[in-house]
């Protein structure tokens, strides 16, 4: 495994209940139980790539104190945007089979479906939002469906890195 993309809602942290909508407020929101100790441990290029305000997402993540978590970090204005730079990462470096690259996040419709036209492997986390959806299309099928960050070392296991 050579890269690792992850989302930020809902695969970082549960945005329901947790984030206020008002700015400058900075009260303490936390990531799901694994993910910090799950990113900080690869050995390989971990990306962080997700859509919306700057400020808002640059506010969110030095809320949630996870910025050293990851080598690269893009917030992308239009979600065309963000599988174009999923796609980006995976040519840039190199990923030629799916045991090479893994995007892990909430969305079947948008993460899975990106990393899978990226020829990486996909962990479906479910969790969120989205988490309970079921693929409605081939594209939306992932490799690996995960409940939780609790389930991640068991597919560091299956996936060597």
Not at 152 to 157: D, K, M, S
Request: charged share 20%; aromatic share 10%; with cysteine.
């Amino acid at each position: 495994m050579r890269l690792i993309i992850s989302e930020l809602e809902d695969c970082a942290y549960d945005v329901r209940g947790q984030l206020s909508k008002q700015p400058g407020d900075l009260t303490p929101i936390h990531t799901f139980p694994g993910f910090t100790e799950a990113f900080e441990s690869m050995k390989c290029f971990r990306a962080l790539v997700t859509v919306g305000d700057f400020r808002e997402k640059f506010r969110i993540l030095h809320l949630l104190g996870i910025t050293r978590c990851f080598d690269y970090i893009k917030i992308c204005t239009t979600e065309q945007q963000k599988c174009v730079e999923i796609g980006r990462l995976s040519f840039m470096l190199g990923i030629n089979e799916p045991s090479e690259g893994l995007v892990i996040g909430s969305c079947l419709h948008s993460e899975i479906v990106y990393g899978n036209a990226a020829t990486c492997t996909t962990a479906h986390l479910q969790v969120g939002k989205y988490g309970s959806r079921i693929p409605t299309d081939c594209l939306e099928v992932p490799t690996f469906t995960l409940k939780s960050w609790d389930e991640f070392p068991l597919l560091q296991r299956d996936l060597h890195f």
